[in-house]
């Protein structure tokens, strides 16, 4: 699949739900490569993941890099899911989708570029504090290239309507709009 074909189409969307599944959102991105085509393995692999139920995907955004600035435009995108996982075990089943899309995180410049990033951004009811996860994720409120798709997600799917999510709408309607943020139109031909 090339990097034009498809790319604001969510084919892993399903309509099941687990029960006492927690809603949680991904921060997805990459830089390297074909983007599209890696992005769109990797959460095809995650939606494989026993557990992990895609319920809702933000379109494709292009995205200036953040950090180091001199690499290529990253894709982002914010994608729901409902999940049977713990914050830890979704965590690393992250991780693990990264590295079988090439990401070598040992190697790697921080804010550098990747051909995938799977960062668990909010996780439904649950907060964390520790030396491997952070939740809600840490930056995420100074990043533009995850609040406009958030935002976006968040404001067209009536899943994502449960009470928890009540302050996290709140202040992404009381976020600026920003700038550097860009809906993906692929060259189609």
Same mark, same amino acid.
């Given at each position: 699949m090339n990097e034009g074909s498809g790319a604001n189409q969510s084919p892993w969307i399903t309509r099941m739900s687990a029960d006492r599944a927690k809603q949680a959102f991904v921060g997805v991105g990459g830089n390297l490569g074909d983007r599209w085509a890696t992005i769109s393995g990797g959460l095809t692999d995650l939606v494989c993941t026993p557990g992990v139920m895609a319920v809702g995907a933000s379109s494709v955004y292009e995205t200036e890099p953040v950090?180091?600035?001199?690499?290529?435009?990253?894709?982002?995108l914010v994608f729901g899911v409902e999940t049977t996982l713990t914050p830890?075990?979704?965590?690393?089943?992250l991780h693990t989708v990264e590295a079988a899309a090439g990401r070598c995180r040992e190697r790697e410049v921080r804010w550098g570029p990747r051909p995938l990033d799977l960062d668990l951004l909010l996780y439904e009811g649950e907060t964390r504090c520790g030396p491997d996860l952070v939740l809600p994720?840490?930056?995420?409120? +100074?990043?533009?290239? &995850?609040?406009?798709?958030?935002?976006?997600l968040l404001s067209r799917s009536a899943q994502f309507k449960r009470p928890v999510w009540a302050e996290v709408h709140?202040?992404?309607?009381?976020?600026?709009? +920003?700038?550097?943020? &860009?809906?993906?139109?692929?060259?189609?031909?």
């Open positions: 950090g180091v600035m001199d690499q290529p435009k990253f894709l982002n830890e075990q979704l965590l690393a089943v994720h840490p930056r995420m409120w +100074e990043r533009a290239f &995850v609040l406009v798709p958030l935002r976006e709140a202040r992404l309607a009381s976020a600026p709009a +920003e700038a550097g943020v &860009v809906r993906w139109a692929p060259f189609t031909g």
